[in-house]
């Protein structure tokens, strides 16, 4: 069978070699006799699956003990609802800072639970640039500050994490998660759908030096 090569920024390309991991695994996960798909999601073979994956994420992402780490179904636009649903709590507003297309669709559902108030955008300009955060208009009632370090679409990343010492940074880091060190204390939430850069992207993006994803959301402390 000839190979085809699909480089495009979605699913791409992949070693034959995981292929036929994935194949092999597929029909006899390590022994058992069965899928992944055909387990309990109650045996320890699974739950190992589940542990590994999560302890792997952690210490690839500098994940420490202080935060949760969620596997979610939904994907990264399914955030844009939960996150107001979950962290406005007894505040009515949230800021939003708008630098391409995914923030305007977390803005635009964002919208349909709070007040959004947003902090700075650089639609005028054509979304070329990241507009200085000292002109950005916060407000000290925010329940969140929500920004996405790196616009897929447009391209438009920034090179700085927003300082936001008064209420909690979320950030969607759909095209940024594991493509460089990231100091994840500066952050409240960090959400991604997992299906694109730590999944067949993933390969691809760190052959070319670029961008992974994950889902975390911090421990709530009593
Ligand atoms: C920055 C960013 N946010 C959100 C999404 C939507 O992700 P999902 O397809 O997991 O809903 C994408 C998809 O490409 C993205 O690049």
């Not at 609802?81 to 995914?102: E, Q």
Request: glycine content about 8%.
């Amino acid at each position: 069978m000839s190979r085809a090569y699909n480089f495009c920024a979605g699913p791409a390309t992949l070693p034959e070699s995981v292929l036929a991991q994935a194949r092999d695994e597929m029909l006899d996960w390590r022994g058992t006799g069965m899928s992944v798909m055909e387990m309990s999601h109650r045996s320890d073979a699974f739950v190992e699956i589940a542990e590994t994956a999560e302890r792997d994420l952690r210490e690839l992402a500098g994940v420490s003990d202080d935060y949760a780490v969620l596997f979610m179904q939904g994907g990264a636009s399914s955030q844009f609802s939960t996150i107001p649903l979950n962290l406005l709590g007894d505040k009515a507003s949230a800021d939003y800072v708008n630098t391409g297309i995914w923030s305007k669709k977390a803005i635009a559902e964002a919208k349909r639970y709070a007040d959004v108030n947003v902090v700075a955008s650089s639609e005028e300009g054509g979304f070329a640039s990241i507009p200085d955060q000292a002109s950005w208009q916060t407000r000290a009632d925010a329940a969140y500050l929500h920004y996405t370090p790196n616009e897929t679409i447009g391209g438009l990343e920034f090179d700085f994490v927003p300082d936001s010492a008064n209420v909690p940074l979320v950030a969607d880091m759909s095209s940024t998660m594991l493509s460089r060190p990231v100091d994840i204390s500066k952050f409240g939430l960090i959400y991604a759908g997992a299906q694109k850069n730590i999944g067949p992207p993933g390969w691809l993006s760190s052959l070319f030096g670029k961008t992974f994803w994950a889902k975390l959301a911090r421990k709530r402390r009593p």
